[in-house]
């Protein structure tokens, strides 16, 4: 019998089952445009309100700043009045398609520890953060949904990474969940091996020290291969896939 | 004044100071074509006289096999024959260009452990190894000097990585000194910040486990910046100097 291409394939499981079923199939846990440095640290140390990403944190996402995304993300004029376009800008960009929930460790939400002192730590991202779906926060403290501008909801988890995945991908609704960050909430994923696909982001930098992806991992033996590699104009970027 | 450029000042040294003194001033201690997997590992696990790069080693230098330069350097026949020219090859070339001694750390001179239980253990490379200079092992455990075929000579050194590089240094008579490796011994150089520049391949391979190059170092503090990024056919290069 002769082996049946994959648009093939593809257009059969299309006709055969339904639409949300077929989503959920195609539906992908991933991680994406998460920078590294050449060490190995996916942000610097000490974390507060004047360095979300860590100290010397900011140096592993210059490629990523300056292009024509992640101005427009921020509302600022991007394409030909200043963004950079090209592969940065692409893997950028793919990092955003098809996303239906985003799930994220307390720390990348935001500078607080322990019980919420109260209700005003709203995120790094403004008024109008930009994610525009539902956001799952791990944490150990419950907490009300927030609600934000352009559709981004910000929803408390406390009842473990593995619940905060089967919500998020329920309000996903066939789309992917994207798993933020930080270094240490893909790490708990990754070592569940909840995590599907990992766009990696290696960048010219030395950290040094901060928040580590890979000690103590053996992602080989979580099933992790390396599949693409692809030079941008600022960083490497390198696509791990799960067996 | 205007600023001199560089081959003006080049020039004026080259005048005015004695070969041997510019030599020894431009000459520079240096890792090269050094391997590492995307997750950090230097060396795959287990080495042993099968697994001269330990266990899935091999697969870290993917990109090295195929190139001319390691072809012709094992007797093979290079060029148009088959061996790959391009990036990967062109970095090969200049890893072995102005080496004139090579210091390497015991396990990666032999699978023997502890005392020499005689001299029969000649390396790994056979009647010819592609050295062509002096190569200073470094050992606890004193041996003769073993003279091979085509130049290179085996020094076992029992005084310590600093002794072995003040060797390596006048063996190699202005030129630049290559810290072969492996990872314990680049580890070892670069943890007393002797090491002025490390060009590495890091190469699109999990491996999971092995022989961590920068663990507990913190590279950054040590004074290396990455200075280049150069994308080659299959690992991508990336150059670190220490200011």
Same sequence: chains 1, 2.
Wanted: proline share 7%; no cysteine.
């Amino acid at each position: 019998m002769p082996k049946a291409k994959t648009h093939d394939l593809l257009g059969w499981r299309h006709r055969l089952l339904p639409a949300a079923g077929y989503n959920t199939l195609m539906s992908k846990v991933r991680v994406a445009a998460f920078s590294v440095s050449l060490d190995g640290f996916g942000a610097g140390p000490r974390q507060d309100l004047q360095n979300p990403l860590g100290v010397r944190g900011p140096e592993i996402f210059q490629w990523f700043f300056p292009t024509d995304v992640f101005l427009k993300m921020h509302g600022q004029q991007g394409g030909s009045k200043g963004g950079t376009t090209g592969v940065d800008n692409d893997m950028a960009l793919k990092s955003f398609e098809n996303v239906g929930a985003w799930i994220m460790g307390r720390n990348m939400f935001g500078p607080v520890r322990g019980p919420w002192p109260d209700e005003s730590w709203k995120g790094w991202w403004g008024e109008e953060p930009p994610y525009h779906v539902p956001v799952f926060v791990l944490t150990h403290h419950a907490r009300a949904p927030l609600t934000m501008k352009g559709g981004t909801t910000f929803y408390f988890v406390t009842e473990g990474p593995e619940a905060a995945l089967e919500k998020a991908k329920k309000a996903a609704n066939g789309k992917d969940v994207r798993i933020g960050g930080g270094a240490a909430t893909v790490r708990q994923y990754l070592a569940v091996g909840l995590i599907d696909e990992l766009h990696l982001a290696f960048s010219p930098v030395l950290l040094g020290e901060g928040e580590p992806l890979f000690a103590g991992l053996n992602l080989s033996k979580l099933g992790y291969t390396v599949t693409q590699t692809l030079p941008g104009e600022k960083t490497t970027h390198v696509i791990l896939k799960k067996k």
